[in-house]
């Protein structure tokens, strides 16, 4: 019998997931959660097989709590279940150690193949999600970023403009641009403070 908890912070989600598993003669729902510092403590208490995970809620946040899953319940398999799919969303929860990563209008039948496979240790991701990690896999210097790409995130990461950044490192604000531009192809954001985030997130910044 598989083990499942169910995190997420809305109560109509969690009570429809626990309607989707209550026919299933192979996985029962052992615990909810309706955050994710919550969702550890429950998965690590019941011992669960698979943590039923999503990625925004308040206070510790899916990501989060599958890192310390990752230390606290290194059993327990993680398959991220959310609406986002952006690739700033998808790679940080990988990163974590999620086993799988699937989007909430997956149907019953997909949700119960996910579970049983996630338990076995196999990966299971929605098509929208691996076309990003594919596209990240592809893409030249994924995600690393260059010495000077350091320089110009820390700069921009301590208030200075593309002017200053530039005279700073006594180079021209056209190539601060396209520094910069490297830096969010590289992230997958759009803009200087979601690469900030991204950046100190990824603990490049000091």
Same mark, same amino acid.
């Given at each position: 019998?598989?083990?499942?908890?169910?995190?997420?912070?809305? +109560?109509?989600? /969690?009570?429809?997931?626990?309607? =989707? $598993?209550?026919?299933?003669? *192979?996985?029962?729902?052992?615990? %909810? &959660? !309706?955050?994710?510092?919550?969702?550890?403590?429950?998965?690590?208490?019941?011992?669960?097989?698979?943590?039923?995970?999503?990625?925004?809620?308040?206070?510790?946040?899916?990501?989060?709590?599958?890192?310390?899953?990752?230390?606290?319940? +290194?059993?327990? /398999?993680?398959?991220?279940?959310? =609406? $986002?799919?952006?690739?700033? *969303?998808?790679?940080?929860?990988? %990163? &974590? !150690?999620?086993?799988?990563?699937?989007?909430?209008?997956?149907?019953?039948?997909?949700?119960?193949?996910?579970?049983?496979?996630?338990?076995?240790?196999?990966?299971?991701?929605?098509?929208?999600?691996?076309?990003?990690?594919?596209?990240?896999?592809?893409?030249?210097?994924?995600?690393?970023? =260059?010495?000077?790409?350091?320089?110009?995130?820390?700069?921009?990461?301590?208030?200075?403009?593309?002017?200053?950044?530039?005279?700073?490192?006594?180079?021209?604000?056209?190539?601060?641009?396209?520094?910069?531009?490297?830096?969010?192809?590289?992230?997958?954001?759009?803009?200087?403070?979601?690469?900030?985030?991204?950046?100190?997130?990824?603990?490049?910044?000091?």
């Amino acid at each position: 019998m598989i083990r499942l908890v169910v995190v997420d912070d809305h +109560p109509i989600v /969690r009570g429809g997931l626990r309607d =989707t $598993f209550a026919d299933a003669e *192979d996985i029962v729902v052992v615990g %909810e &959660a !309706g955050d994710g510092a919550e969702g550890v403590e429950r998965a690590r208490a019941l011992a669960a097989d698979v943590v039923l995970m999503d990625l925004r809620m308040p206070g510790m946040d899916g990501v989060a709590a599958t890192a310390a899953l990752r230390d606290r319940a +290194p059993g327990a /398999r993680v398959l991220i279940l959310t =609406t $986002f799919d952006s690739e700033s *969303d998808v790679l940080p929860a990988i %990163e &974590a !150690g999620a086993t799988g990563y699937l989007l909430k209008d997956a149907l019953p039948d997909e949700l119960m193949r996910a579970v049983r496979a996630a338990a076995r240790g196999e990966p299971v991701l929605a098509p929208s999600v691996m076309q990003h990690l594919m596209g990240q896999v592809r893409r030249p210097g994924a995600g690393t970023l =260059t010495d000077r790409e350091r320089e110009v995130l820390q700069l921009v990461a301590n208030g200075r403009s593309n002017r200053e950044a530039a005279a700073a490192l006594f180079i021209g604000e056209a190539s601060i641009k396209t520094h910069l531009q490297h830096i969010y192809d590289k992230f997958g954001v759009r803009d200087r403070a979601s690469a900030v985030a991204e950046g100190y997130r990824r603990r490049l910044l000091t």
